[in-house]
């Protein structure tokens, strides 16, 4: 029914970048693209990554109806669809009314609260900010060329948390990160003492550390700690299970994480990639048994193990392959425009 029900409606769900995608990679290289253009033209960007507080669980029932109605537009059957779906839950031990919250652990909960949240996104761009939703990940960045733009986003958070308590959420200040992204040759030229929240060097998006300086050298190094901690568990098992089996849990837990978000790696420095590859090189030779002093690309060809720069490369063209073929893509739009040999 989700599905099915989503297409009309898509596009006003889209309007207000509200991410509701399966592949939540799609949201970070947005944000990602957006800041590097912004900063390669000499300007200053200060994203604000904003966490709130049991988003899901205290989601007014009577709101979200409302927003379903008349911001989205289901009517009729499949209104009250949704309405028997939401009413009449309770808690288990003991029994009580659940009037808030969506269910959660459905594939409707995210898509149900990105609709509740329609008019933040509004608000926002009402105030000139670029922002990106995720389910209940806020993302909220600003250009700045003038000190003034730092009242500008404290003026935004205001009117953002006075939003979200008009409507039964609460911004977490612990969880809720800002990070100032600067040309290069730049940091420092802005005062950043009266910053609506604490400024880090490194903050996380969906998965994603963003350093400073855009050399996503602390997402690599997160990684490989990942990646080795990982094969360390796994050599464990290698005395009790065949070899399939262990490639099956390399792939899981290794190559899976090897995969995540990793075309946002694109155009790394030859060091940061490096290490990447020793991880992958690491787990070939752990698989097959190869002594360290033999040559790591028959190894990595033999299993059909494309080498890490080009995985990053064939994901970054999977990405765009759909867009390419489509003329009505969004992404196109946004990220690259076909050039057509005269």
Same mark, same amino acid.
């Given at each position: 029914m989700c599905f099915q029900w989503k297409k009309p409606y898509l596009k006003k769900i889209i309007q207000y970048n509200i991410g509701i995608r399966s592949v939540c990679f799609t949201h970070t290289h947005t944000v990602l693209s957006d800041i590097l253009i912004l900063t390669d033209s000499g300007?200053?960007?200060?994203?604000?990554?904003? +966490?709130? &507080? #049991? #988003?899901?669980?205290?989601?007014?029932?009577?709101?979200?109806?409302?927003?379903?109605?008349?911001?989205?537009?289901?009517?009729?059957?499949?209104?009250?669809?949704?309405?028997?779906?939401?009413?009449?839950?309770?808690?288990?031990?003991?029994?009580?009314?659940?009037p808030w919250g969506v269910p959660q652990g459905s594939i409707l909960g995210p898509l149900l609260f990105s609709i509740y949240i329609l008019p933040l996104g509004k608000i926002l761009a009402s105030l000139g900010?670029?922002?990106?939703?995720?389910?209940?990940?806020? !993302?909220?960045?600003?250009?700045?060329? !003038?000190?003034?733009?730092?009242?500008?986003?404290? +003026?935004? @958070?205001? $009117?953002?948390?006075?939003? @979200?308590? !008009?409507?039964?959420? $609460?911004?977490?200040?612990?969880?809720?990160? #800002?990070?100032?992204?600067?040309? &290069?040759?730049?940091?420092?030229?802005?005062?950043?003492? &009266?910053?609506? @929240?604490?400024?880090?060097?490194? #903050?996380?998006? @969906?998965?994603?550390?963003?350093?400073?300086?855009?050399s996503m050298s602390s997402q690599v190094n997160a990684t490989v700690k990942s990646y080795f901690f990982q094969l360390r568990r796994i050599t464990r098992l290698k005395s009790i299970l065949k070899r399939p089996d262990i490639e099956s849990v390399i792939h899981a837990f290794i190559t899976s994480r090897l995969d995540y978000a990793n075309s946002v790696l694109i155009g790394i420095n030859a060091s940061a990639l490096s290490k990447l590859q020793k991880v992958q090189n690491a787990t070939a030779r752990f698989l097959t048994n190869t002594d360290r002093r033999m040559h790591i690309t028959p190894i990595l060809a033999d299993l059909h193990w494309l080498p890490v720069k080009f995985r990053i490369n064939f994901k970054v063209r999977v990405r765009l392959a759909p867009s390419v073929s489509s003329f009505k893509s969004a992404l196109k739009t946004h990220f690259f425009s076909i050039a057509f040999p005269p």
């Amino acid at each position: 029914m989700c599905f099915q029900w989503k297409k009309p409606y898509l596009k006003k769900i889209i309007q207000y970048n509200i991410g509701i995608r399966s592949v939540c990679f799609t949201h970070t290289h947005t944000v990602l693209s957006d800041i590097l253009i912004l900063t390669d033209s000499g300007s200053h960007v200060l994203l604000l990554l904003l +966490e709130l &507080t #049991a #988003a899901f669980n205290t989601v007014d029932l009577t709101i979200l109806l409302h927003r379903l109605e008349f911001w989205v537009g289901v009517t009729g059957t499949a209104l009250e669809w949704f309405k028997s779906y939401l009413n009449g839950r309770c808690f288990s031990v003991p029994n009580v009314p659940l009037p808030w919250g969506v269910p959660q652990g459905s594939i409707l909960g995210p898509l149900l609260f990105s609709i509740y949240i329609l008019p933040l996104g509004k608000i926002l761009a009402s105030l000139g900010f670029n922002y990106h939703f995720y389910a209940d990940d806020c !993302q909220i960045y600003l250009q700045i060329n !003038q000190q003034h733009s730092f009242s500008i986003m404290s +003026e935004c @958070l205001s $009117q953002v948390r006075s939003w @979200l308590s !008009q409507n039964y959420l $609460q911004l977490n200040d612990s969880k809720s990160d #800002a990070i100032l992204f600067s040309p &290069t040759n730049m940091n420092g030229a802005l005062d950043v003492s &009266t910053l609506p @929240l604490n400024l880090k060097s490194c #903050a996380t998006s @969906l998965g994603v550390k963003l350093d400073s300086d855009l050399s996503m050298s602390s997402q690599v190094n997160a990684t490989v700690k990942s990646y080795f901690f990982q094969l360390r568990r796994i050599t464990r098992l290698k005395s009790i299970l065949k070899r399939p089996d262990i490639e099956s849990v390399i792939h899981a837990f290794i190559t899976s994480r090897l995969d995540y978000a990793n075309s946002v790696l694109i155009g790394i420095n030859a060091s940061a990639l490096s290490k990447l590859q020793k991880v992958q090189n690491a787990t070939a030779r752990f698989l097959t048994n190869t002594d360290r002093r033999m040559h790591i690309t028959p190894i990595l060809a033999d299993l059909h193990w494309l080498p890490v720069k080009f995985r990053i490369n064939f994901k970054v063209r999977v990405r765009l392959a759909p867009s390419v073929s489509s003329f009505k893509s969004a992404l196109k739009t946004h990220f690259f425009s076909i050039a057509f040999p005269p």
